[in-house]
């Protein structure tokens, strides 16, 4: 078995998430493809390609998104919205897709207890809102909230009597919704795993809920195990890996996550991380233990947003030793971007945006090298091109 260290491990995923030497613009689709990136807050998706794609703006995004729709963004691990390639919709969609109703009440998580209380199973809920999405879209678009409330509305009347009740009650998750808008809205991402809803558009800075088939039409099925799919691709970037930590990443109950490893498993090998063990595909050894330099480029500097690919892996102490700063990086709410230098977390970042102009105030979680700051002033030229906007200031540092 092989052993390696923790540089050797930084340096893969670097790679693999495209973060040593950015791609040229025509491999924008393949690199969502590769790093899968999630967009919350809305923009962090665009901020998350530009650090790994050259040249790519806020309109470069849009158009790939809503003009040309090679991109496609929709719910996708752990609820939240994701970009990818409408090529590989299948892959992010159905890879992740709860098969039964255990798999479904760990997705759904919170929405468990008063699933319960109302005596409705799992299924069930995701049946009806299903059905609701599929009618009340058909030809329209709605935004999260509104959505939430005419599908909720629309089910009432198809439920059995004994449940009608309950499902017009309080809701225990906000004071502005009935029982039966929450509980949907807790379903909305699984609708999407069924490629049925994605977003497209936007009514002011809120995305716009749609029908997949009537904003891209019919997706891709391909002709692989969706499941056995994403695990490969979650390994060339977040590799070496357990099933319990791809669990974790993708929001999945541990169940669902070792059948879907165990499909790939004559695929992989174990490796010593010193402190355990874990699985990387058989043909990636060689690049972890040897992984490619990128270039004559020291010191590489990349400024990346809040919830970035390359932070979604759940061994947080190996991107950053120190844990006594993981709440500052990865917080409940409100996470900052962070500033990488070859691949470790030197920094946290927040963006302030007045009158199209942008400053950026360094976290910094230790010392900042005076030969740091170039590169840093570079990056942060690059996000504020990305956003059309001119560089104001720095500070913090």
Not at 210 to 235: C, F, H, I, K, M
Not at 340 to 354: H, N, S
Not at 357 to 368: D, F, H, Q, Y
């Amino acid at each position: 078995m092989a052993k390696v260290e923790r540089e050797q491990i930084l340096a893969y995923r670097l790679h693999g998430h495209q973060l040593a030497e950015p791609a040229p613009a025509t491999g924008l689709a393949e690199v969502a493809g590769r790093c899968y990136p999630q967009n919350t807050p809305p923009g962090s998706a665009g901020l998350a390609l530009s650090a790994r794609v050259r040249d790519v703006t806020e309109e470069t995004l849009a158009g790939q998104l809503e003009g040309e729709k090679a991109l496609l963004q929709a719910f996708g691990a752990r609820g939240a919205p994701h970009v990818f390639p409408v090529r590989d919709a299948a892959v992010f969609t159905r890879g992740l897709l709860p098969g039964d109703e255990e798999a479904l009440r760990e997705f759904l998580g919170g929405a468990v207890p008063s699933l319960d209380e109302l005596g409705m199973t799992a299924a069930d809920l995701v049946r009806y809102t299903c059905e609701a999405v599929a009618d009340v879209l058909d030809g329209t678009a709605l935004i999260k909230d509104d959505l939430g409330r005419a599908a909720g509305e629309w089910i009432i009347g198809r439920l059995p009597a004994g449940l009608r009740d309950g499902w017009n009650g309080h809701s225990p998750y906000s004071p502005k919704q009935f029982m039966g808008e929450s509980l949907v809205r807790f379903a909305l991402p699984v609708v999407s795993l069924r490629g049925i809803l994605c977003h497209g558009g936007r009514e002011g800075r809120s995305p716009l809920l749609r029908r997949t088939d009537q904003w891209v039409g019919r997706v891709p099925g391909g002709d692989r195990d969706a499941s056995a799919e994403l695990v490969r691709r979650y390994l060339r970037c977040h590799g070496p890996s357990t099933a319990r930590h791809y669990a974790e990443w993708g929001g999945i109950g541990t169940g669902q996550a070792e059948a879907a490893w165990e499909a790939v498993r004559d695929e992989l090998v174990e490796v010593d991380l010193g402190c355990g063990v874990a699985w990387v595909a058989a043909g990636e050894l060689a690049r972890l233990e040897s992984p490619p330099q990128a270039g004559s480029e020291v010191g590489r500097v990349r400024m990346l947003p809040p919830h970035d690919p390359y932070l979604q892996a759940r061994d947080r102490e190996r991107l950053l030793p120190d844990r006594t700063s993981h709440r500052r990086v990865w917080r409940t709410s409100g996470n900052p971007g962070v500033i990488l230098v070859d691949g470790e977390i030197r920094a946290g970042w927040r963006p302030l945006t007045r009158s199209r102009r942008l400053a950026i105030t360094v976290e910094p979680l230790g010392k900042i090298a005076r030969a740091h700051r170039g590169p840093i002033e570079e990056e942060a030229t690059r996000i504020a091109r990305h956003r059309g906007l001119e560089l104001a200031d720095i500070t913090g540092w």
